[in-house]
């Protein structure tokens, strides 16, 4: 894996806490709910206290890398870099120029980290389908290509394993490490929700493991969509995503084996939801303080980590 130095380099845990817009609803799935307005969901992340946030879908911080810059500086808020789905598996498809304008926003803001997801080609997340053997090949040659071509720019890509999309399950995160040297997002609802174990695998690759977005599951939820039962859209309507500490990830033992594995990048706090009409008293901000107060009574002081 090509190595690109985290700016959170040494900052202890609470310092590296971001926030997301799928926490407030916002997502690039069209049709998805409600989507709220920048200059609320910023506004909500800094008064809670978070240190930073990704991006959100194209557009939703300003068209123009100078122009998302300012508005988070307006917000104090870091850039961390975000969620970027390209098709990665058609022979036909070069990735590299969304990717590189992503780099652009990116270096324009001060952000590290291009989240890739290998999208189907299709919107929403509620099917997908099998990849073969020559997708399964142009995909893994697309990852090393453009893990090389970010930090040939600066910046690290990782792959986000993610439900609805060509690398979903344990199993296929399992193909991607043994197969290509891209670094790991580990979504801890994604892995979960694919079937896999976000822990195990953590605890298998720490080394590969370069960025962490966090958020609690009801295992019950996740069941009926690996069952069939629920597509992913319904289960996160029926709320199977929970705050922190609300739900069945061992979240406590996900940060002890990171930082004791000398992680040193964000973890964003994403819990996917959907509005279906203006929030009421406080909103989606009430789950994201529940999942902070989570994180920081469960964050290892800095120097008690224990070696494993
Ligand atoms: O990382 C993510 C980015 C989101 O916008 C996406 O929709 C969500 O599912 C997610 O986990």
Redesign the pocket.
């Given at each position: 894996m090509t190595s690109v130095t985290h700016a959170t380099s040494h900052l202890p845990v609470h310092r590296r806490v971001a926030g997301?817009?799928?926490s407030w609803g916002?997502?690039?799935?069209p049709g998805?709910g409600l989507q709220l307005d920048p200059e609320r969901v910023l506004g909500e992340m800094r008064d809670l206290g978070l240190a930073a946030t990704?991006f959100?879908?194209a557009g939703f911080l300003g068209d123009e890398p100078s122009a998302t810059a300012a508005r988070l500086e307006r917000f104090d808020l870091q850039a961390v870099g975000?969620?970027l789905?390209v098709v990665l598996h058609d022979p036909e498809h070069d990735p590299i120029p969304e990717v590189d304008a992503f780099i652009d926003t990116c270096l324009a803001t001060g952000a590290g980290v291009v989240?890739l997801?290998a999208a189907t080609g299709a919107d929403g997340?509620d099917e997908r389908p099998a990849l073969d053997d020559e997708g399964w090949a142009t995909l893994l040659g697309n990852l090393d290509r453009i893990g090389e071509h970010a930090a040939s720019r600066g910046v690290i890509a990782c792959l986000?394993p993610?439900?609805g999309t060509m690398v979903e399950t344990g199993q296929e995160t399992e193909r991607v490490l043994g197969s290509s040297a891209i670094g790991l997002?580990v979504?801890t609802?994604?892995l979960l929700v694919g079937g896999g174990d976000p822990v195990a695998i953590t605890a298998a690759h720490p080394e590969r493991v370069v960025h962490v977005?966090l958020?609690d599951v009801d295992r019950a939820k996740a069941e009926q969509v690996i069952a069939g039962e629920l597509t992913f859209g319904e289960a996160?309507d029926a709320g199977m995503f929970r705050p922190l500490g609300h739900g069945d990830v061992d979240v406590a033992a996900m940060v002890r084996t990171l930082e004791a594995h000398g992680y040193q990048g964000w973890y964003?706090l994403?819990q996917?939801v959907k509005l279906h009409g203006a929030p009421e008293g406080e909103g989606p901000g009430s789950d994201v303080r529940r999942s902070i107060d989570y994180l920081l009574g469960v964050a290892p002081v800095a120097d008690s980590v224990p070696a494993l």
């Open positions: 997301a817009p799928i916002v997502c690039e799935v998805w990704e959100g879908p975000g969620f789905p989240v997801a997340y986000h993610h439900v997002c979504d609802g994604h977005h958020k996160v964003v994403e996917d």
